[in-house]
T-cell receptor, first 113, second 109 residues
Framework: TAGITQAPTSQILAAGRSMTLRCTQD?????MYWYRQDLGLGLRLIHY???????GKGEVPDGYSVSRANTDDFPLTLASAVPSQTSVYFC????????????FGAGSRLTVL | GQNIDQPTEMTATEGAIVQINCTYQ??????LFWYQQHAGEAPTFLSY??LDGLEEKGRFSSFLSRSKGYSYLLLKELQMKDSASYLC??????????WGAGTKLIIKP
């Protein structure tokens, strides 16, 4: 089934440690996104990529980095995790960077202690 | 600033009709989306409006008024499986989505 795969599903991480959340899509979508979802808040964009080789900062980029070496993969790295990064992280993709329907991965629940 | 408002929670009865409202203030407008998100799951696409009026898709309909910055999602013949959060999102000037906090819909038998 075509879609987006995220890993890990959940993770508990000690503060100060680094972590990479993986995201792979098989729909040949050009645009990919990382969101975080916190209780009572809307989805907030962390970073995005309109096409392979390019990335951009979203609303809440501090403490996170991304890369887009190819069309399919869009990993999100926390260089030195802090408790405020405890959240559910969703990777999403769209056909292009226009007003397109997004397909979401199942999410990665991260707890930073 | 940019803002999306929708009610935090609504309760409705199985078999009934419910309307979930969304108001928005954004710089630029390239369409409004509704997504459904069941607890612990990913959001999934429900509807897209870019022109004023009503879009109907089975039991779900979505309405848009660009002049009023207003949309609603109408769910008919409610089923228990419709218990979920409903997310309103606007595609702004740069096509990035601005998301509301979501409306949690509770369906009672």
């Amino acid at each position: 089934t075509a879609g987006i795969t995220q890993a890990p599903t959940s993770q508990i991480l000690a503060a100060g440690r680094s972590m990479t959340l993986r995201c792979t899509q098989d729909m040949r979508h050009n645009a990919m996104y990382w969101y975080r979802q916190d209780l009572g808040l809307g989805l907030r964009l962390i970073h995005y990529s309109n096409t392979a080789g390019t990335t951009g900062k979203g609303e809440v980029p501090d403490g996170y980095s991304v890369s887009r070496a190819n069309t399919d993969d869009f990993p999100l790295t926390l260089a030195s995790a802090v408790p405020s990064q405890t959240s559910v992280y969703f990777c999403a993709s769209g056909r292009d960077s226009g007003a397109n329907v997004l397909t979401f991965g199942a999410g990665s629940r991260l707890t930073v202690l | 600033g940019q803002n999306i408002d929708q009610p935090t929670e609504m309760t409705a009865t199985e078999g009934a009709i419910v309307q979930i409202n969304c108001t928005y203030q954004t710089s630029g407008f390239n369409g409004l989306f509704w997504y459904q998100q069941h607890a612990g799951e990913a959001p999934t696409f429900l509807s897209y409006n870019v022109l004023d009026g009503l879009e109907e898709k089975g039991r779900f309909s979505s309405f848009l008024s660009r002049s009023k910055g207003y949309s609603y999602l109408l769910l008919k013949e409610l089923q228990m499986k419709d218990s979920a959060s409903y997310l309103c999102a606007v595609s702004g000037r740069d096509y990035q989505l601005i998301w509301g906090a979501g409306t949690k819909l509770i369906i009672k038998p």
